[in-house]
């Protein structure tokens, strides 16, 4: 079934490890969208990419890394994860001009000990 | 930068209409789209104004002015499934599509 998929959905790890979130996209959408939702800031864009090989930073992309090197996958990696990078993580992809609508993955919930 | 208010909460009544509120100040601002979020689950689309005006998709209607810079949605015959959060959401960007999100805003509905 085409879909969006993120993996894993539930991950917990210590501070200083490097984590790498995964995200697949069965659309072949150009766009694709990390976002991380903490309670009173909604939805917040970390990362997104217009098509592969091209990535650009959001709102706040500080301690994260994505690639795209093929169209399908959008990894999200921290580098170095903080307790402030717990949250919930949320993958999205869109093709811009059917109306913009964003598809959402179901969702990583990271905790950071 | 990007930015959208909303309210942060609203309650209504089942069987009512409420709307919901968004302004927005974007640069290369393209369009407003509308999702729910159920308590623990993924954002869901609702709808997208790319032009002025209404549009209508069932039970819920969105509008758009660019020139004041606001949207709504609208629920009509609310039913207690409608408890939800809502999120106004910009398309903008210049050459590309960020798509940016407001803060939410928690529709409790009551019986």
């Known amino acids: 079934d085409a879909g969006i998929t993120q993996s894993p959905r539930y991950k917990i790890t210590e501070t200083g490890r490097q984590v790498t979130l995964m995200c697949h996209q069965t659309w072949s959408h150009s766009y694709m969208f990390w976002y991380r939702q903490d309670l009173g800031h909604g939805l917040r864009l970390i990362y997104y990419?217009?098509?592969?090989?091209?990535?650009d930073k959001g709102e706040v992309p500080d301690g994260y890394v994505v690639s795209r090197s093929k169209t399908e996958n959008f990894p999200l990696t921290l580098e170095s994860a903080t307790r402030s990078q717990t949250s919930v993580y949320f993958c999205a992809s869109s093709e811009p001009g059917q109306g913009t609508e964003g598809h959402f993955g179901d969702g990583t919930r990271l905790s950071i000990l | 930068g990007q930015s959208l208010e909303q309210p942060s909460e609203v309650t209504a009544v089942e069987g009512a209409i409420v709307q919901i509120n968004c302004t927005y100040q974007t640069s290369g601002f393209y369009g407003l789209s509308w999702y729910q979020q159920h308590d623990g689950g993924a954002p869901t689309f609702l709808s997208y104004n790319g032009l002025d005006g209404l549009e209508e998709t069932g039970r819920f209607s969105s509008f758009l002015s660019r020139s004041d810079s606001y949207g709504y949605l609208l629920l009509q015959e609310l039913q207690m499934k409608d408890s939800a959060s809502y999120f106004c959401?910009?398309?903008?960007?210049?050459?590309?599509?960020?798509?940016?999100f407001g803060k939410g805003t928690k529709l409790s509905v009551i019986p």
């Open positions: 959401a910009a398309t903008s960007g210049a050459g590309s599509y960020q798509l940016t």
């Open positions: 990419s217009a098509a592969a090989d091209i990535t």
